[in-house]
């Protein structure tokens, strides 16, 4: 499951900007009408979560009918689709692989770019080639656009997946799926709070979902890669989550917090170990272990380590912010 420590050292540098752009770069709609709400004989037998088609924001399934169309909270669509009927996972399970074949439609627009400019150079190198041996200047131009032609769809052939994962691999592109305490802070603004003491908590506290760690809080990495395909590898999910807990007088409500602690790679062999809970770690999230190469990061808050909350200027009264320790 190693995907290659080049990227990876690569992927860690570009991850903590991504946080701090939050979509800034080229997303992904998903395009799938799915079913929502009735239990149907597809289902899997433990609850997945949702996700919002606008955004790919994902949701715990609503206890009921009066929170199922709630409205996004980083995107405000409406549009949900509930990953827990395995139709519904299928279909965007196919989409994500059509997409990962050819490439978003501004790479695709760029290969084509590139593809054709470069068969106007073969077609111009064709006609300077054949007029000195033709006299007629039709069958030049038949023989350059026929050349030319042939030439620009040769380069696609070519050139298009590994510029497509060029480009692709310059871009912030945003994960297929991602959880984080919204709204997001801005990191980039003044620090206007500050609370430092031990981390305790009355609830039972978290798994880490990859390593299985007890903990208060983490924040786990999804990079995916499929050999041959047009993109290169990337984040196909980011997800913070927290327990409530108190430091001291203050108080941080379940999922309220920002991590930005430094995510560490989980070793190949605690992946194999716990295979199966992975892969129904990310089957709750529309995702499928069998599809490719996965690696996995994962920042844990242990139960009982003492940390400082901190909290900026914007947005006003945003979610507690824990840092790594200086």
Do not use: C, S
């Given at each position: 499951m190693t995907i290659g420590a080049g990227f990876m050292l690569d992927a860690m540098r570009r991850a903590r900007q991504f946080e701090r752009e939050?979509?800034?770069?080229?997303?992904?709609?998903?395009?799938?009408?799915?079913?929502r709400g009735a239990f149907a004989p597809d289902d899997e037998a433990y609850p997945c979560a949702w996700v919002c088609q606008g955004c790919g924001l994902l949701r715990d399934a609503p206890k009921g009918s009066a929170d199922a169309d709630l409205e996004c909270g980083y995107c405000r669509a409406r549009a949900w689709i509930d990953l827990r009927s395995f139709r519904n996972a299928q279909l965007v399970r196919e989409q994500e692989?059509?997409?990962?074949?050819?490439?978003?439609?501004?790479?695709?627009?760029?290969?084509?770019?590139?593809?054709?400019?470069?068969?106007?150079a073969i077609g111009g190198a064709t006609a300077l080639a054949a007029s000195a041996m033709l006299p007629l200047l039709l069958p030049v131009a038949v023989i350059a656009a026929a050349v030319g032609g042939a030439g620009a769809l040769g380069v696609q052939q070519i050139i298009g997946k590994p510029l497509s994962r060029w480009l692709i691999a310059r871009e912030d592109v945003g994960p297929a799926r991602w959880r984080c305490a919204l709204p997001k802070p801005n990191l980039e603004s003044p620090i206007v709070a500050r609370h430092r003491g031990v981390a305790t908590t009355r609830q039972a506290p978290l798994a880490a979902p990859i390593s299985g760690r007890e903990c208060l809080a983490y924040e786990v990495g999804v990079v995916f890669d499929a050999e041959g395909d047009a993109y290169p590898p990337v984040w196909v999910l980011r997800e913070d989550r927290n327990v409530a807990f108190e430091v001291g007088e203050v108080s941080v409500a379940a999922d309220a917090l920002t991590t930005e602690l430094t995510m560490l790679s989980v070793s190949d062999q605690a992946v194999e170990r716990d295979r199966a809970d992975i892969a129904k770690f990310l089957r709750q999230r529309g995702l499928f272990l069998a599809d490719g190469d996965y690696e996995f990061f994962e920042s844990v808050l242990p139960v009982g380590t003492e940390v400082e909350l901190v909290r900026h200027a914007e947005p006003e009264a945003g979610p507690w912010v824990v840092y790594d320790p200086a």
């Open positions: 939050m979509f800034g770069g080229r997303g992904g709609r998903i395009r799938v009408k799915g079913d692989q059509r997409l990962r074949q050819e490439g978003p439609d501004w790479v695709q627009d760029k290969v084509r770019n590139a593809a054709g400019v470069a068969g106007v």
